[in-house]
Structures are given as C-alpha cells and as structure tokens.
C-alpha cells in the first residue's frame, strides 16, 4: 500500500511539476518533434518508467531504491549502450533497442511499447537533459560501421581460440575484467599468434577490477557510482545477445564506465574474434565446463 501511495504521489508531482507541452522542441541534428509527441513521450513515460527513473528523470523513482545497478540518470545526458562511433550520443535506433529490448541483469525490461510509443519517449526522455540535447554545439552519434565477419561457423573454432589470446595479450581484457587463462597457455599463445608474452601474472589477474564511473548518484553531483565489470562466465552482458551484438560493444565501447572504443586499437578481425571468445565464455555459465576452468585457474 505504502508503494502504491508514494507511486501515485508521483503521479501528481509530475502534473505539477511538467505542464503539457504547448510548443515542440528542435534537439541536436535539428530533429524537430512536435509538442503532441512530447505530452505522448510524457505518458509513456508515467506509465512505464517514472517508478524507476522518477519524477525527473534522475534515476529517484520510488522502485529505485536498492535496484542494482542503479536505474540511469536521464539528467545527466551520458547513455552507456550506444552502438556509436567514439562513445557519442545514442541514436533514436539505440533508445528503441533497449526500450524493446531491455537490458540483460538489470531491472530494465524489455517493454512491449509500439513504435510510435518508443519514439515518443525516447524524444520526452531527451527533456531531461536540455544541455545536451538542445545543445548546437552537439552533434548526433553517428552509427558504427559493422565490417564483415571474417570467422563464420566454418572458422568458429578458431576464431574462439585467436580470441583468447587476442582478449588476454593484445586487449588485455583482464585489466579490467578477470583472466581466464592459464600461464602456460599464456606463453603457448603469445608464441603462436606473435603476441607480447606476458613474464609474470599480477597478483589480481583473476579478479574482477572495480573501475571509477562517470555517472553521479541521483542525490549527489560529487560522488561518482563504480563500475564492476562482468566476469563473462556468470554475469550477464548488459547489451549483447549474439557475438555480433558484442562486436557492435566492443567497437563502440560502453560509455561513461571506462569501456573504450577499440576500433582502431586492434584490427577488426581481432575484434571479431575476441568478440567469439567472450560469446563462448558466456555460453559457460552453469555448466560443468564452467567448473572445471575455475578449478583449473585455482578458483
């Protein structure tokens, strides 16, 4: 009952605090949207996110409290999944993505909202942060360039092992993430691939390092929120169902969380592979196999 009140409540504030809108709204790539699509964006919105995003949109709904990871902060214009160039703005594409399709391990569903709906909301959401969005100085993301696999089913073993070295010698993935590999298996592959040997495993190698954030509490513009990046063989990944969702997050990057973009860091096809390997370590999860390499690495 106490949820259902402070729901409502929300319901109100939000009356109060955001009249309709009488007049349309220009946003960066002079996109026009009109006021009718905006009070239509401010409905989807009441019905389907207020609770967790909040009144406005700062992440301070009344279901937000103890969600983990925190529901995103809309005020603050910083969007973490965008399958864009150079962790640039999302575009209305990547806002229907996740609308629809939701985001795996989080509380954010995958919303059975027409088109039209997604659209609109997309475009009230962007009120939330007007010095981004109606910023002229901006500019819109401009969509990666997906390059062809080089790998396909015929070369998928072998793509899944390229990658395994490419993640732990060329990327080193495992500063950030946990290492999966053995030293053994780390010379081995340095030797074949030609990649730099590493001498002596750091201590942490198969930990999970906790990264610093861009992204403020909803109550605080002087505390920044960690970042805990998935160990691939037990957590889900947030944006990627397929290993061509996770080329797409890997070439882009996840924005505001210390995930770079590495097109031009490594080559493509590295990305491609390494993109087969964290598809095979995810496809681990809860079987024996999983068991056996933690065993393996000691843990």
């Known amino acids: 009952m106490k949820k259902i009140l402070i729901a409502t409540l929300g319901l109100i504030l939000l009356g109060c605090s955001k009249g309709d809108?009488?007049?349309?709204?220009?946003?960066?790539?002079?996109?026009?949207?009109?006021?009718?699509?905006?009070?239509?964006?401010?409905?989807?919105?009441?019905?389907?996110?207020?609770?967790c995003h909040g009144v406005l949109g700062d992440g301070n709904g009344p279901a937000a409290k103890g969600s983990v990871p925190p529901p995103r902060n809309f005020t603050q214009g910083l969007y973490k999944f965008g399958w864009v160039?150079?962790?640039?703005?999302?575009?209305?594409?990547d806002f229907q993505r996740i609308i629809q399709g939701g985001l795996h391990g989080t509380a954010m569903l995958q919303w059975d909202v027409s088109d039209e709906q997604t659209y609109a909301v997309t475009q009230y959401i962007k009120t939330f942060a007007p010095q981004?969005?109606?910023?002229?100085?901006?500019?819109?993301?401009?969509?990666?360039?997906?390059?062809?696999?080089?790998y396909g089913l015929a070369r998928k073993e072998f793509a899944i092992k390229k990658g395994k070295a490419v993640f732990h010698l060329a990327?080193?993935?495992?500063?950030?993430?946990?290492?999966?590999?053995?030293?053994?298996?780390?010379?081995?592959?340095a030797k074949e691939f030609n990649y730099t040997k590493i001498d002596e495993l750091p201590s942490d190698f198969y930990d999970l390092k906790i990264q610093e954030s861009e992204f403020y509490f909803h109550d605080s513009k002087?505390?920044?929120?960690?970042?805990?990046?998935?160990?691939?063989?037990?957590?889900?990944?947030?944006?990627a169902n397929s290993v061509e969702d996770i080329y797409k997050r890997?070439?882009?990057?996840?924005?505001?969380?210390?995930?770079?973009?590495?097109?031009?860091?490594?080559?493509?096809?590295?990305?491609?592979?390494?993109?087969?390997?964290?598809?095979?370590?995810?496809?681990?999860?809860?079987?024996?196999a999983r068991k056996e390499l933690m065993k393996k690495l000691g843990k």
């Open 21 to 51: 809108f009488k007049e349309g709204k220009t946003f960066i790539g002079d996109q026009h949207v009109s006021a009718d699509t905006l009070n239509l964006g401010k409905q989807v919105y009441t019905e389907y996110c207020l609770s």
């Open 85 to 93: 160039k150079d962790s640039g703005l999302p575009t209305d594409a």
């Open 132 to 150: 981004v969005w109606e910023n002229k100085d901006n500019a819109p993301g401009t969509p990666i360039d997906v390059m062809p696999d080089p």
């Open 171 to 189: 990327a080193n993935c495992q500063s950030c993430h946990r290492g999966y590999a053995t030293k053994s298996e780390l010379d081995a592959m």
């Open 222 to 239: 002087d505390r920044l929120a960690k970042v805990l990046p998935p160990d691939f063989t037990w957590h889900e990944v947030r944006s």
């Open 250 to 288: 890997v070439t882009s990057g996840v924005t505001g969380s210390g995930m770079p973009p590495w097109r031009d860091v490594i080559q493509d096809d590295e990305i491609w592979a390494v993109s087969y390997y964290v598809q095979s370590l995810r496809e681990m999860k809860n079987t024996e």
